[in-house]
């Protein structure tokens, strides 16, 4: 799958790429899907969150976090969580769009932001917020089809979530959420 392809998929509206009013209770978040090379095409990079995070510990995710005061946007946001979580350099990536805001049941609006390493580079996993780094190739997480739905009740409320299980990672909530949604653009599901 090339780049141009990919990103005519996707969200390039500047408009879109602007924080979003939030309700009370609401914190902002952006998060980095990062297209890497692979050897039968690009891979997607992930993280495994830290054992002793007070929430989240252990989930698969992609790498990103909470806005700062500082950032100037919401593709920085996801960069710099980037650069501090994996070691990445940010003037590497090419951002190619975004995907939708998703709101989670946390009360985090997340938007995930999509780009392409430009130049290989080693990732270092930040040992207090990332136990592991890995890739998995971006064909084998295009079929909508291979997410499960499960429900969860969480403060009295039954909540539907996507999961995937692939290569021995158990892939849920936001995350398989954004994946999905990210193998509906591609068109590759019905």
């Known amino acids: 799958m090339n780049a141009e392809l990919l990103k005519s998929s996707l969200n390039t509206d500047k408009h879109k790429l602007e924080f979003p009013t939030l309700e009370q209770q609401q914190r902002l978040a952006a998060v980095l899907i990062l297209l890497v090379p692979g050897v039968q095409g690009p891979e997607l990079v992930f993280t495994q969150r830290s054992q002793e995070l007070p929430s989240h510990a252990g989930q698969i995710s992609f790498p990103g976090g909470s806005v ?5 946007g919401p593709i920085h946001t996801a960069l710099r969580e980037a650069e501090e979580e994996i070691g990445l350099y940010p003037a590497n990536v090419e951002v190619l769009g975004t995907l939708e805001w998703y709101t989670m049941p946390t009360g985090f609006v997340v938007l995930p932001v999509v780009g392409q390493l430009q130049e290989i580079q080693e990732f270092v996993p930040e ?3 990332v136990d592991d780094i890995f890739t998995l190739p971006l064909q084998s997480l295009l079929d909508p089809a291979l997410f499960q739905q499960e429900f969860l009740i969480r403060n009295n409320i039954k909540r539907k979530f996507y999961s ?3 290569d021995g990672y158990y892939i849920w909530g936001a995350t398989a959420h954004m994946l999905r949604s990210l193998a509906l653009k591609l068109g590759q599901g019905s």
């Open 164 to 166: 995937i299980e692939i």
């Open 68 to 72: 700062d005061d500082t950032d100037n």
């Open 127 to 129: 040992p207090n917020e």
